[in-house]
């Protein structure tokens, strides 16, 4: 059987199928119609002499179907018949012979005459007449290449292709409901369209408690939400103290610039390590393909805690975005071309000391390529200042006078904001709780000398903790950094993060959640629920004093056209789902846990 597209003369929802001339319609003929949710018209016609065409009848259908003859047809035109009401899904159902039967009454246009004696069976359904219509006009070709059902034991390794065509026949016979609400996801995007009534409907944007924020940021096309999370954060603090306005806002360029910069640094190091191997010849391609630059803009928690205790911190003003710091896929193309060429040189050398000996010239071919990394960096992103002037504008003081800072004194002298003070808790499910594990060689840059590496860390607790830490957290005027799975469940237009927030049975017709019974534990193990985003939680909802919050409210640095104009509303159900590391003080942990994290770390795998 082969499916083509329907005749363009031949109306959409219209069943044409070989007739020998029969009046259909005297004889008392009923089917349901074409051109309404249900269908509300069928003409039967004679398109051919060896052809029957069927272009569908309602949903079910759908695309044409064009078979061939078993006996022919002849040429001239049959009569036209229109049938009406649905009584004709049973009586096209009982006309066709049983499977395996080819009659000549049937392989001619004694259907009609069959469709006008046919007593309708109660439990007829368009899919089996369909079916059946397919297997009697398809020719011996195609009813020797049908499959039969797979058995109870299910599908076996090869996927059938009569299973197939049997779903598909299912999918087109859903309710006109389910129909509709397809046609409008298909048209309009999924998030649009399949947003849970019910959700909304429960859905309010108070909060009993909130911190002061600052305006929306928008991080663009970019994957810097690792640097806004935290300047975010920083900068919530600083507008409780009354230290700034809400419209403050630190240069997340200046911190992007540096981030770059030290990555092409840590590649350079890794580079030589690999083309500078004994045994390994430099420019080998295995060797070149193990060494290759890999620059992207992505960070967490502990690489905006180097970045900033090592380059310090400047307002917006002092350094603000530009057209490649919003759009990073250029700028990281550009910075991996570059260390590309630093690479081969230093795969040279190293073949050149194979090969003569002498003296390395590592480090100067890198300083080399480093000086040509900044260049880049400096005409894409521009020159992070090394002093500037600010005057903090405030209702207490609306007329400062402008003082002026380093990077370094503005993070000390005026944000005054102590890393050590803060610890990252986690709840992974498959690690032991009230240990802190720990990523050795994870640092995000190289520590000057006499300074700890600031290595990816974090203590583990169990879910129950997170919450209740990341409720303390806000409730002592701190704003949470959290770290999240943001692709699922997260309504875009909305803000909404809720596990319910949209309703799969509904649009794809299912009796149920597919992944109804997973655990935190399973989802993650199965790749479903990984973490891929950072934000701010500044406040709660909880109506009742020492019950459960309902809600959390997130500040996120997609800008104002996404979320509730910038904010998203969490859910507990999906906080505890999809959270999985917050940075809290440390004067929130109790002494087992404090002790855990400041004994020796586990080694992370």
């Not at 076996?156 to 598909?168: A, F, K, N, S």
């Not at 469940?489 to 309703?503: L, Q, S």
């Not at 992944?515 to 199965?526: I, K, P, V």
């Amino acid at each position: 059987m082969r499916f083509r597209p329907a005749a363009a003369s031949l109306l959409c929802w219209t069943l044409l199928l070989a007739g020998t001339g029969s009046d259909a319609s005297a004889a008392g003929i009923r089917l349901v119609g074409v051109k309404t949710s249900a269908p509300a018209g069928v003409s039967v016609t004679a398109v051919g002499s060896s052809l029957i065409s069927v272009a569908g009848l309602g949903a079910p259908l759908g695309a044409g179907l064009a078979v061939p003859m078993a006996g022919g047809l002849p040429d001239q035109a049959v009569p036209s018949v229109t049938l009406q009401d649905d009584s004709a899904l049973q009586a096209l159902s009982a006309a066709v012979p049983a499977e395996g039967q080819r009659t000549p009454e049937s392989a001619t246009g004694g259907l009609i005459e069959g469709l006008a004696r046919a007593v309708p069976p109660a439990e007829a359904s368009l899919g089996a007449a369909v079916e059946k219509l397919q297997r009697l006009y398809s020719g011996p070709a195609a009813v020797a290449d049908e499959e039969p059902e797979p058995s109870a034991q299910g599908l076996p390794e090869h996927l059938p292709i009569g299973w197939v065509r049997r779903r598909l026949d299912l999918s087109r016979s859903r309710s006109p409901a389910v129909l509709e609400r397809q046609a409008r996801v298909q048209k309009k995007g999924f998030r649009k369209e399949a947003v849970n009534p019910r959700v909304l409907s429960l859905h309010n944007d108070r909060y009993t408690m909130e911190l002061p924020v600052g305006l929306v940021t928008d991080q663009k096309d970019s994957g810097r939400c690792w640097i806004f999370a935290g300047l975010n954060m920083l900068r919530s603090r600083l507008i409780s103290q009354g230290k700034v306005r809400k419209d403050f806002e630190f240069s997340e360029n200046h911190v992007y610039y540096f981030s770059q910069l030290e990555r092409a640094n840590r590649a350079l190091e890794t580079a030589a390590k690999k083309v500078y191997a004994k045994g390994k010849p430099g420019l080998a391609p295995e060797t070149l393909e193990t060494a290759a630059p890999d620059i992207n803009d992505g960070g967490n928690f502990a690489a905006f805690q180097f970045l900033v205790e090592k380059y310090g911190l400047v307002p917006k003003s002092a350094m603000p975005e530009t057209k490649s710091s919003g759009a990073t896929t250029l700028l990281d193309r550009e910075l991996n071309s570059s260390l590309g060429l630093t690479v081969r040189e230093l795969a040279a050398d190293s073949r050149r000391l194979a090969r003569k000996g002498g003296e390395s010239r590592a480090r100067r071919i890198k300083e080399a390529g480093l000086e040509r990394i900044v260049k880049i960096l400096s005409a894409h992103l521009g020159v992070p200042p090394s002093r500037f002037d600010y005057a903090p504008k405030t209702k207490r003081s609306p007329k400062a006078k402008a003082r002026s800072y380093t990077p370094r004194g503005f993070l000390k002298d005026f944000v005054r904001f102590d890393f050590d003070d803060y610890v990252q808790v986690a709840s992974w499910p498959y690690r032991r709780r009230q240990v802190s594990y720990e990523s050795q060689g994870s640092a995000f840059g190289t520590p000057r000398p006499g300074d700890r590496p600031v290595n990816y860390r974090f203590l583990n607790v169990d879910m129950d903790r997170l919450e209740a830490l990341a409720v303390a957290g806000l409730e002592s005027g701190q704003p949470v950094y959290v770290y999240a799975a943001m692709d699922r469940d997260a309504d875009p237009r909305t803000g909404i993060m809720h596990p319910a927030v949209y309703d799969r049975a509904s649009v794809y017709g299912l009796s149920e959640e597919p992944e109804t019974g997973l655990t935190r534990l399973q989802s993650l193990a199965l790749g479903l629920n990984t973490g891929n985003h950072l934000m701010v939680l500044t406040g709660f909802d909880r109506p009742e004093q020492g019950q459960p919050v309902v809600k959390f409210k997130v500040e996120n640095s997609w800008g104002p056209k996404f979320g509730d104009r910038g904010v998203y509303h969490m859910y507990r159900g999906w906080f505890r789902e999809h959270v999985f590391n917050i940075i809290v003080h440390k004067s929130l942990l109790s002494r087992p846990e404090l002790a855990a994290w400041t004994s020796e770390a586990r080694k992370l795998d």
